[in-house]
């Protein structure tokens, strides 16, 4: 059974700050995909990395995939307000269903 | 891109009864996906709904609780049967990954509370 372990899962920062979110297995992925969600709406993609060792930027966002395509992790730089929401890794599984992480509720305290 | 339209958006539901969502998605699509959400946590997949065949449920889901019906390639129903408070959760549907790497959208979520 492939799983997906998503750390930490409560996150309250101030902003300006920076964070990490680590998502991690045992097993391979064919790709991963970091989404982002806000209450009351379903989750929207943000990145998908399929490459060992991709690093890929978006805007303040830094999303990087490890070299045995086992990890992932979300960087967010000076973090805002407008950050705030619940952070999901998903990975691709063998059978072309989507694995998701416990996900991440990132708080950025203005 | 998708469009997914999911409702009812919330409902309050008494114990015994049963609730339907449905989903309808602007563009054909092979796979339809149902997940369970609790608030703040992440999405547990209920079922895999084909068109023209029997929806594919994941362990700890049976279909006597959660049919779903697919009559449509732009068309998908989840009903939770015989509610009780521990079915009070969000439901979401989903559409893709339809190939490697691609995106799944979500419909809003329907927030169901059983009294």
């Known amino acids: 059974t492939q799983l997906l372990e998503q750390s930490p899962q409560f996150l309250s920062i101030q902003e300006g700050e920076n964070l990490t979110v680590y998502c991690n297995s045992s097993?391979?992925?064919?790709?991963l995909q970091w989404y982002r969600q806000e209450p009351g709406e379903g989750p929207v993609l943000l990145v998908t990395?399929?490459?060992?060792?991709e690093v890929k930027k978006l805007k303040r966002l830094t999303f990087q995939f490890g070299d045995a395509r086992k990890d992932s992790s979300l960087h967010i730089t000076a973090a805002q307000p407008g950050d705030t929401g619940l952070y999901l890794c998903?990975?691709?599984?063998?059978?072309?269903?989507?694995?998701f992480g416990q996900g991440t509720t990132l708080q950025v305290k203005p | 891109s998708a469009v997914i339209s999911q409702k009812p958006s919330r409902d309050i539901c008494q114990r015994g009864t049963s609730l339907t969502i449905q989903c309808q998605v602007d563009?054909?699509?092979?796979?339809m996906f149902w997940y369970r959400q609790q608030p703040g946590q992440s999405l547990t997949l209920i079922a895999t709904?084909?068109?023209?065949?029997?929806?594919?449920?994941e362990s700890g889901f049976v279909i006597d609780k959660f049919p779903i019906s697919r009559p449509n390639l732009t068309f998908s129903t989840l009903t939770v049967s015989n509610m009780s408070p521990e079915d009070s959760s969000i439901y979401l549907c989903?559409?893709?990954?339809?190939?490697?790497?691609?995106?799944?959208?979500f419909g809003q979520g329907t927030r169901l509370t059983v009294v």
């Open positions: 989903s559409v893709g990954p339809q190939g490697f790497g691609t995106e799944a959208f």
């Open positions: 097993s391979v992925f064919s790709s």
């Open positions: 990395v399929v490459t060992g060792g």
């Open positions: 998903a990975g691709s599984s063998n059978t072309g269903k989507l694995i």
């Open positions: 563009s054909q699509v092979t796979m």
């Open positions: 709904a084909n068109q023209g065949s029997e929806a594919t449920y």
